[in-house]
């Protein structure tokens, strides 16, 4: 088989995988926010089961699911479009760069999705740093303890000292907000940098 061929097809692989697996990160993020389901996508999931014959559903609990299947697919599909637009835009510029072509400029469209797949992935990746601080979610800090009341206190939800049985949920959500602010700060500051280093290299 074609060498070259072999690369197409492990890239788009990976785009692909890539795409999947941010884009079910995203839907989990999608379930978190404190909305019901959008009629559009309601009436959208009950057209598809009458169309295929499957409209009355054993459990209702299963509208939710499909719901979360149908983000998912949009979300993946969005990544996927927006990683092959990047990967052509990576060729063009290359290409620029080896026949002294002004360089491309990247689409607006794929860099918003591209900073929405950045948001995830510091999602993910700060998730994962705030497991390091699960042992502060037994014994609180006072300074958290005060956040958190203060937080609970302006949305209503209580902020007197004896309403403490949430106490250690919020601790985590918490926590995961500044390490992903943490990451995406980071992954800013890269991002910043790396731009920067392009357009010395194309100036």
């Not at 995203?26 to 499957?54: H, K, Q």
């Not at 559903?57 to 092959?84: C, E, S």
């Not at 950045?118 to 037994?138: E, I």
Request: net charge neutral.
């Amino acid at each position: 088989m074609n060498k070259r061929l072999i690369i197409s097809i492990s890239i788009y692989t990976a785009l692909i995988v890539v795409s999947a697996i941010e884009g079910w990160r995203s839907t989990y993020l999608i379930d978190m926010l404190p909305m019901g389901m959008p009629e559009n996508v309601e009436a959208f999931i009950r057209f598809w089961l009458s169309c295929t014959g499957t409209e009355y559903l054993d459990n209702p609990d299963d509208m939710a699911v499909l719901a979360l299947l149908l983000y998912w697919l949009i979300v993946t599909l969005i990544f996927a479009l927006a990683l092959l637009g990047f990967k052509r835009w990576l060729s063009r510029y290359l290409s620029a760069r080896t026949t002294g072509e002004p360089s491309p400029r990247l689409p607006v469209l794929v860099t918003l999705v591209m900073s929405l797949l950045a948001f995830v992935v510091s999602c993910d990746l700060g998730w994962y740093l705030s497991l390091l601080f699960a042992r502060y979610t037994v014994d609180i800090p006072m300074p958290v303890k005060a956040v958190i009341r203060s937080y609970r206190s302006v949305t209503d939800q209580g902020g007197g000292s004896g309403l403490d049985d949430d106490m250690t949920y919020f601790a985590i959500e918490l926590y995961w907000v500044i390490t992903t602010l943490f990451v995406a700060t980071l992954i800013f500051l890269a991002c910043v940098a790396v731009r920067r280093s392009l357009r010395k290299k194309t100036s």
